[in-house]
């Protein structure tokens, strides 16, 4: 592919993406998921302008690196300190019940396997996908209707942090079993010596963009460190550890989530990622999926995977909340809340792609969830609160 058949494709991969972004957030819709539908429309599933390459693959690794250190950057600390316990099994429980409904599900489909062979991993990394969990729509929601700052509401999106977190872990270890010569000893172990030394660094590194950003404050030096050290984790965690390297682009923001100037940092990777990266991630999405190529199996599978991708998290989280003692419609809301899958579920199934675990075809899956659980999430909750009179307490 020469420069100038490089610069028409991303041409159209920016204005198709742009266009059906907009137009998917008039519709209520995630942003995104006009996006991804963009990449479906101008690649091989109808009019095929633009076909995958390796320099927009490459570029769809910065995006998803840029957007999970992004990610990253946003976690509350705070925040997750004071829900504490209850988020955690909250979170914890959200992540367990997906992921063996969604291992089940594929074998119900394609048979049951041994454990070790390739199709049980493959099994496996579907009930992965189903792990994740997009706070955004749902705090959105918990704002416009004043819910957000209560403990409810807090409960809710710190769970939803917490269950990322645990996902993206899940992700490191599966993802770990499929290289070669890997073990269950060697993975796990490979993952705790990351996480181990993630966090030695992480006190130094954050000590060392303190003092620095307190000397020079508010300027770009202090983003374009943060984008360095992203970077630089995200090839340590994969190159040293075998660990996914959005995964040390996800320590690499909860290291500076703390800073004064984390909020800075931020808008400088949005910056970035909104008007190119992102763009070109989410259309890659697209272009990697071709319909003209789905039999009646993947049609009827993406239809369960919706179903137990939406129940799973109602039933794993609902029920968790109910045993902590939330009463009434209050434990249905918590696992409605956390049934909305986003950015993050994308970038799961990128990387099983990647690694040879998963199929373009099961896009398609993946792209539904998305949008059917934003659209009914915000419904729900808010038939849910309605329910409840002026005076009823939240838990």
Known sequence: MDTLDILRQLAIIIIAAKFFGLLARKCKAPQVAGEIIAGLLIGPSLFNLVESSDFLAGMAEIGVIILMFTAGLETNISDLKKTGIKATIIACTGVFVPLLLGTLLYMVFYGFSSIGTEEFYKAIFIGTILTATSVSITVSTLREMGKLSGELGQTIMSAAIIDDVIGIIVLTVVIGFKKPDSDVTGVLLRTL???????????IIYKLFK?????????????????????????????????????????????????????????????????????????????????RTLDMTILWFSLAFVAVGLLSKVLGCGLAARFLGYRGHN????????????????????????????????????????????????????????????????A
């Not at 984008?227 to 995964?247: M, P, R």
């Open 193 to 203: 010596a990351f996480f181990a030394l993630a966090i030695v660094l992480g006190i």
């Open 331 to 394: 434990a249905l809301k918590v696992g409605v809340g956390m049934m909305t899958r986003g950015e993050v579920a994308l970038i799961v199934a990128q990387r099983g792609l990647k690694a040879g675990m998963l199929e373009p075809a099961y896009f398609t899956a993946v792209i539904l969830l998305i949008i059917i659980s934003s659209i009914l999430t915000p419904l729900l909750l808010k038939a849910l609160y309605a329910k409840d009179p002026p005076e009823q307490a939240e």
């Open 211 to 291: 003092w620095y950003d307190n000397r020079h404050p508010h300027t770009r030096r202090i983003p374009i460190l943060g984008i360095a050290l992203a970077f630089g984790l995200s090839y340590v965690a994969d190159k040293y550890f075998g660990v996914a390297d959005i995964t040390g682009a996800y320590v690499a923001g909860v290291i500076l989530c703390s800073l004064r100037d984390s909020e800075y940092i931020t808008q400088k990777m949005d910056t970035n990622s909104y008007i190119i990266f992102g763009p070109v991630f989410f259309c890659s999405i697209g272009l990697q999926t071709n319909i």
